[in-house]
């Protein structure tokens, strides 16, 4: 998995690829290249869902209350 | 014994200083409210046998009284020197008994609502899926727990920045305020998508900061959107009508800012079958067009090639008349040949017949020869030389 993997641009990424499909203004050659990267961004996105966890960062309180 | 002697203000000076350490939390009912050029607050607070008078800023009281509220109010008492009379400077004070923190709550509420803290038209849409997330709650809370839990069930790969505060006593208001100012003032540092303030449920005395005014203006007042998730389902507080997003509890504040890991897998699975559904179909379709073209590029070559072989047929009929023609022709010149043949002098010479030549001209009559000329006498075979006797 990339280090920085931006989870939301490539889901969009996904749906636009989708989208352009639907619309049936693709040519062979570009829905080839399209279906290609499509596969590769909904394999990334798997993994990143199934695998990655949240992390948790505790403030530091900067202030002293009585 | 010597007397001190003092002025009247000296004197009301010299009480005041005095009076300082008597301030004491006093709890009683609220009688006689009333706030002048509304900034000056004047009430009475009483039980059955006395009465005090009160006197505080809109500054200094931040939650709306009214009569016959039951309240506990810390005040410092005070003798004013141009009436001598005495009154309790009221530093704060809040309702206590959950009839009146329930008018307190209705009071607080509708003068918000005046303000335009809760206008639904403010209210900020959060990301579908957040990446960095500040949390405002008590690390130790079933409330912050059940809302991690939730959240990393659903979804992952999000930072999560925990502001440790009290959720409730006597800290907790400045907590929370210091909270959201630290969240806002580090907006660029930790780009957070938003804050989450989430407490457990309670009773309206246990929800008081969530129900105070500073809390609910720290909520309006945040640049970064605001969710809040607090208690049971039935404990809405201002809080809640503050921000930008009310869930009915911490769970349900973990539900309503992520996505369900199997949600999104199926939809992305969905999406990843009608890209290759289409893909198929584009294909297909090409396929299609493809024998289309072949179809029409056939006709178009056998097309040719019948063309061709007509053109062919044609040439080689029209050679055929030709050589017809030709032979034909033939036969005609060697008719005339013959024809020609026939009437060639040097036939009827081999006939017996002879051309008789003076001087290279033929005689056709005696008249045109005398004696004694040489003639030359053309047979079929050769030419003789005579001489006419």
């Given at each position: 998995m990339k280090k920085n993997f931006n989870f939301a641009k490539s889901y969009e990424e996904l749906e636009i690829i989708a989208e352009e499909f639907e619309s049936g203004n693709l040519s062979l050659e570009e829905g080839l290249k399209k279906f290609e990267k499509g596969l590769i961004i909904a394999k990334e996105c798997k993994g990143y869902i199934e695998n990655i966890e949240n992390k948790i960062i505790e403030i530091k309180k900067r202030h002293n209350l009585k | 014994m010597q007397f001190k002697i003092f002025t009247p203000t000296e004197y009301a000076v010299f009480i005041n200083e005095g009076l300082h350490d008597y301030a004491a939390v006093v709890e009683g009912e609220v009688s006689e409210y009333r706030i002048n050029q509304g900034k000056w607050i004047f009430f009475k607070i009483k039980d059955e046998n006395s009465v005090l008078d009160c006197f505080s800023t809109t500054f200094q009281l931040k939650s709306p009284l009214e009569d016959g509220m039951k309240v506990r109010l810390y005040g410092i008492p005070k003798i004013y020197?141009?009436?001598g009379k005495f009154s309790l400077s009221v530093q704060w004070a809040e309702a206590s008994g959950e009839g009146s923190l329930k008018r307190a709550f209705e009071l607080m509420k509708a003068e918000l609502e005046k303000e335009g803290i809760?206008?639904?038209?403010?209210k900020r849409e959060i990301p579908k899926f957040p990446k960095r997330i500040g949390i405002i709650a008590s690390k130790e809370s079933a409330a912050y727990k059940d809302f991690l839990k939730v959240l990393s069930q659903r979804f992952g790969g999000m930072e999560l920045y925990l502001y440790n505060v009290a959720v409730q006593g006597e800290n907790s208001i400045i907590e929370i305020v210091e909270a959201f100012k630290y969240f806002n003032d580090s907006k660029d540092k930790l780009n957070l998508d938003m804050i989450i303030l989430t407490r457990g449920g309670g009773s309206l005395e246990d929800l008081k900061s969530f129900n105070s005014k500073e809390v609910a203006y720290a909520v309006f007042s945040s640049s970064v959107p605001v969710v809040c998730g607090v208690g049971h389902e039935q404990d809405i507080s201002l809080a809640d009508y503050a921000a930008d997003i009310r869930a009915s509890t911490p769970s349900n504040a973990a539900e309503l800012i992520s996505q369900q890991r199997s949600d999104i897998l199926m939809h992305m699975n969905n999406e990843v079958y009608k890209i290759e559904s289409n893909l198929n179909r584009l294909v297909m379709s090409s396929n299609s067009d493809i024998e289309r073209f072949t179809r029409l590029l056939d006709g178009f070559i056998s097309g040719q090639i019948n063309a061709f072989a007509n053109l062919q047929s044609r040439l080689f009929n029209g050679l055929k008349n030709f050589e017809e023609i030709l032979i034909m022709q033939r036969s005609r010149i060697d008719v005339f040949l013959r024809l020609l043949n026939s009437l060639n002098p040097r036939e009827v010479l081999k006939r017996g017949y002879s051309i008789v030549k003076f001087n290279g001209r033929i005689i056709l009559s005696i008249r045109n020869i005398k004696k004694k000329d040489t003639v030359n006498i053309s047979l079929s075979d050769g030419d003789i030389n005579a001489q006419v006797l």
């Open positions: - | 020197p141009k009436s809760f206008s639904l038209s403010r």
